[in-house]
């Protein structure tokens, strides 16, 4: 297998593996409460990331800019998988997936706010597009009171897209080593929902081997090893061909409620999961390429969209859905 091959195959897995995560998270939380669930996944990424920092040959001490960004970043991830969290539980994962992109077009929007220049007027005709998309998504069988959790999952990605454009504002022209920075968002995501969760934790103990999987997935693939193979492959291909390989998380979510949770579309949704993810690609594609003819002329900001959002880690690298 080429390089180039190579390289494609980890980022579809990634993709893959984070649009796997949210019929994970629906399962374990169909077991356990959402804040346990959220707990156990933060303390096993927080084991995994540190015993990588000690396997490592390199310092593995913070730097003072390390904790200074680690520690708000890992307050607002933590905002976003709450949500995200408590959404998925109360919808499908297919909608989980596919209405958490909206990230993609809401994070320039959100990030370019106080900064000169707008984004031109067919990114907001990409945006309408994908708002249509959500309204299709929560129709269901017909249109009726939006349900619980794709309201929820909208918040999500409003707070996501927020969670994102702060990543690029907090990290740009600072040295910041990605797995310490990751490392401070899980020991900070722990501590947070350490004390909400303590009283279940026997409940915990008393789980069974099922329900173990899936955190452990969540954990250690979803967060710890999609975080380390992104910022491996995006290292070696082209900005523009990581998020086009990255943004087909909505799809693998789509595809992974239908197939293994027998998930399906009625006609409604069918046709707002095709809209959502030509929006998102539209709008996403638009936006780049009016980053990339602005930059010659001035300094523009990062628009923040480049960065791993879909577990707790934030480095910003590639564009994604998350």
């Not at 980022?11 to 669930?37: D, H, N």
């Not at 084991?47 to 607002?76: F, H, I």
């Not at 909608?95 to 000169?116: Q, Y």
Request: proline share 5%; charged share 10%; with cysteine.
């Amino acid at each position: 297998m080429s390089d180039t091959r190579r390289t494609d195959a980890v980022l579809l897995l990634v993709a893959l593996v984070w649009g796997s995560s949210y019929l994970s998270a629906q399962t374990a939380t169909a077991a356990l409460p959402v804040l346990l669930v959220l707990l156990a996944r933060y303390a096993l990424s927080s084991l995994a990331c540190l015993g990588l920092l000690a396997a490592r040959r390199s310092p593995r001490r913070w730097t003072r800019d390390e904790l200074r960004v680690g520690v708000p970043l890992g307050v607002t991830q933590a905002a976003v998988l709450v949500v995200e969290t408590y959404g998925v539980a109360h919808t499908s994962a297919a909608n989980a997936g596919l209405i958490i992109s909206l990230t993609i077009v809401l994070t320039p929007l959100l990030d370019r706010a106080g900064h000169p220049g707008g984004l031109p007027p067919v990114f907001y005709a990409a945006a309408g597009v994908c708002v249509l998309a959500v309204g299709l998504l929560m129709s269901g069988n017909g249109f009726h009171a939006p349900r619980l959790g794709d309201l929820l999952m909208l918040g999500a990605a409003v707070v996501r897209a927020g969670h994102v454009a702060l990543v690029g504002r907090l990290t740009v022209g600072r040295a910041i080593r990605p797995l310490h920075l990751t490392t401070v968002q899980t020991l900070v995501g722990t501590a947070l929902f350490l004390a909400p969760a303590a009283h279940e934790l026997p409940t915990l103990v008393r789980a069974d081997a099922a329900t173990w999987t899936q955190l452990v997935y969540l954990a250690l693939f979803c967060s710890v090893f999609a975080f380390l193979a992104q910022t491996w492959a995006v290292q070696r291909t082209s900005a523009s061909r990581a998020s086009l390989l990255l943004g087909t998380e909505p799809i693998w979510a789509a595809a992974v409620g239908i197939t293994l949770a027998g998930e399906h579309f009625t006609t409604l949704t069918g046709l707002g999961a095709v809209m959502m993810i030509t929006g998102t690609y539209w709008g996403q594609s638009v936006e780049r390429a009016h980053r990339s003819s602005a930059l010659p002329r001035s300094e523009v900001h990062p628009t923040g969209n480049e960065g791993d959002t879909r577990c707790p880690t934030t480095a910003p690298t590639a564009p994604t859905t998350v």
